[in-house]
């Protein structure tokens, strides 16, 4: 399979314990992104990386989450003393960096309910 | 930002039936338009997408209408089956930006 794919698929965790997502990108796209969903809602936009550089962040992004991209491959995103609203579906996409292919493919998410 | 409605936020239609999702976005920066479809379990999968310069497009049953004036676009669905029954996500794309910012979500339930 040469989708995107994420690992853990579900994460149960108590709150105020750490938890770390990992996504790997289909090979050839040097776009990652992040997004988090919430029931009833569509994915809102975190951040996203161009190769290892972290290009931007939302403001939804607390201190308590941190992504990181070091070989400009797989990505990573943790979160810190998880609390309860933290709890929602992390979605993680791909795309080349070329503007005239627009596409951006998202794994199947991992979905993180902290207690 | 761009802020983008969606509606409704349920569907449910006959099989064969046709269903309309339809969407208005306040940028009028904002000149690419994609559609995604969310099964259960998995993540929104590209279905159609729409560049502002066209008024329209279509593929197979699918097809999307954009008017730039209004500031709205729609998802049409002719001639609908029970898989196509998921969750159907707008959403709307500044020139100057990689990141689309997504409406809220028609569930369409197609009945046998």
């Known amino acids: 399979d040469t989708g995107v794919s994420q690992d853990p698929r579900h994460k149960i965790t108590k709150r105020g314990q750490n938890v770390t997502f990992r996504c790997d990108p289909i090979?050839?796209?040097?776009?990652l992104y992040w997004y988090r969903q919430t029931l009833g809602q569509g994915p809102e936009f975190l951040t996203y990386f161009q190769n290892e550089a972290q290009l931007e962040k939302s403001r939804l992004l607390s201190d308590r989450f941190s992504a990181e991209r070091p070989k400009g491959s797989f990505s990573t995103l943790e979160i810190q003393r998880t609390e309860q609203g933290d709890s929602a579906m992390y979605l993680c996409?791909?795309?080349?960096?070329?503007?005239?292919?627009?596409?951006?493919?998202f794994g199947p998410g991992t979905r993180l309910t902290v207690l | 930002g761009e802020n983008v409605e969606q509606h409704p936020s349920t569907l449910s239609v006959q099989e064969g039936d046709s269903a309309v999702i339809k969407c208005t976005y306040s940028?009028?920066?904002?000149?690419?338009f994609p559609w995604y479809k969310q099964e259960l379990g998995k993540g929104p999968q590209l279905i159609i997408d729409i560049r502002s310069n066209v008024g329209e497009k279509k593929d197979q049953r699918i097809a999307v209408t954009l008017n730039k004036t209004a500031k709205h676009f729609s998802l049409h669905i002719t001639e609908t089956q029970p898989e196509d029954s998921a969750v159907y996500f707008c959403a709307a794309r500044s020139g100057g930006s990689y990141i689309p910012t997504f409406g809220r979500g028609t569930s369409l339930i197609v009945h046998p």
């Open positions: 090979s050839e796209h040097n776009r």
């Open positions: 940028d009028s920066a904002s000149n690419y």
């Open positions: 996409a791909s795309s080349l960096r070329d503007p005239s292919y627009n596409e951006q493919f």
